[in-house]
T-cell receptor
Framework: NAGVTQTPKFQVLKTGQSMTLQCAQDMNHNSMYWYRQDPGMGLRLIYYSASEGTTDKGEVPNGYNVSRLNKREFSLRLESAAPSQTSVYFC????????????FGEGSWLTVV | GNSVTQMEGPVTLSEEAFLTINCTYTATGYPSLFWYVQYPGEGLQLLLKATKADDKGSNKGFEATYRKETTSFHLEKGSVQVSDSAVYFCALSVETSYDKVIFGPGTSLSVIP
């Protein structure tokens, strides 16, 4: 029962470097999400994908790009990392839409120095 | 717009104490309401949900009732345990925007023996 798997779990980047966070789900879910979690801010939606081949901006998309590679995989890319992107990133999925239960990965801790 | 407000934490309780975590919401349309829990070092997981007014969600001894008249969804548990120590997030999803679940900032709970 893997559920939602995201990698890497920890990463330290220098300002200006790029990286991709990978995410895969094995529940045959249509919708996938990327959130960031910051102290006192709760979870904020970066991007989401309602189905394979579609992506949409969430609340805080600037500085990020996403790819819904297939139904299982949804990656998040930081093209030029900034210290403000230091955060914990969570990938998540749900069967259809947000009113369904959302299943989260274990999180990726990213530090930009 | 849609938003969720939670009581400020952290909350510290002794084992077997009664727990209430307040949650109020603002929404256009008819939201579904959720409580998610995040244990240390893990992703969020659904604790309970309610999809219409006066519904009561319950799980693991926790309960919350959807109160449309007061726009509230307070989380309660009659007797907390040390294992309940976690961060609790209230969330909503509105039928006109199912892909976007709005999370509150989270309330940290510590239960001491």
């Amino acid at each position: 029962n893997a559920g939602v798997t995201q990698t890497p779990k920890f990463q330290v980047l220098k300002t200006g470097q790029s990286m991709t966070l990978q995410c895969a789900q094995d529940m045959n879910h249509n919708s996938m999400y990327w959130y960031r979690q910051d102290p006192g801010m709760g979870l904020r939606l970066i991007y989401y994908s309602a189905s394979e081949g579609t992506t949409d901006k969430g609340e805080v998309p600037n500085g990020y790009n996403v790819s819904r590679l297939n139904k299982r995989e949804f990656s998040l890319r930081l093209e030029s990392a900034a210290p403000s992107q230091t955060s914990v990133y969570f990938c998540a999925s749900s069967e259809a839409r947000g009113m369904d239960t959302i299943y989260f990965g274990e999180g990726s801790w990213l530090t930009v120095v | 717009g849609n938003s969720v407000t939670q009581m400020e934490g952290p909350v510290t309780l002794s084992e077997e104490a009664f727990l209430t975590i307040n949650c109020t919401y603002t929404a256009t349309g008819y939201p579904s309401l959720f409580w998610y829990v995040q244990y240390p070092g893990e992703g969020l997981q659904l604790l309970l949900k309610a999809t219409k007014a006066d519904d009561k969600g319950s799980n693991k001894g926790f309960e919350a009732t959807y109160r449309k008249e007061t726009t509230s969804f307070h989380l309660e548990k009659g007797s907390v345990q040390v294992s309940d120590s976690a961060v609790y997030f209230c969330a909503l999803s509105v039928e006109t925007s199912y892909d976007k679940v709005i999370f509150g900032p989270g309330t940290s709970l510590s239960v001491i023996p």
